[in-house]
């Protein structure tokens, strides 16, 4: 199984960024996915989340509103599109695989398969 995350960079504060997560060796549409991130000194923690069929989405309150999960099972791909980018969200950012269906999906224990994470860097 390979999740392969791209799309980090460098951004102003207000600006966007998008985020995909290509999957391999793994059924996709079967599993319920998720965006973690990580910043310096900071425990991994939730961003988003959304169902196999990405009907139902799930967001961190500090992220509501501003960023967008999504995901192409045709693609085998989920996305991120943030929005109105803040110092704040400096971090590594991760995509997982949840093979437990959502349940706990704010935590990371819940997530089987992990990315390698992607740098997002905002300057204010």
């Known amino acids: 199984v390979q999740l392969q995350a791209s799309g980090g960079g460098l951004a102003q504060a207000g600006g966007s960024l998008r985020l995909s997560c290509a999957a391999s060796g793994l059924t996709f549409s079967r599993y319920f996915m998720g965006w973690f991130r990580q910043a310096p000194g900071n425990e991994r923690e939730f961003v988003a989340a959304?169902?196999?069929?990405?009907?139902?989405?799930y967001y961190a309150d500090s992220v509501k509103g501003r960023f967008t999960i999504s995901r192409d099972n045709a693609k085998n791909t989920v996305y991120l599109q943030m929005n109105g980018l803040k110092p704040e969200d400096t971090a590594v950012y991760y995509c997982?695989?949840?093979?437990?269906?959502?349940?706990?999906?704010?935590?990371?224990?819940?997530?089987?398969?992990w990315g390698q994470g992607t740098l997002v860097t905002v300057s204010s």
């Open positions: 959304l169902t196999w069929n990405g009907r139902s989405t």
């Open positions: 997982a695989a949840d093979g437990r269906g959502g349940y706990e999906y704010t935590l990371p224990r819940s997530y089987f398969y």
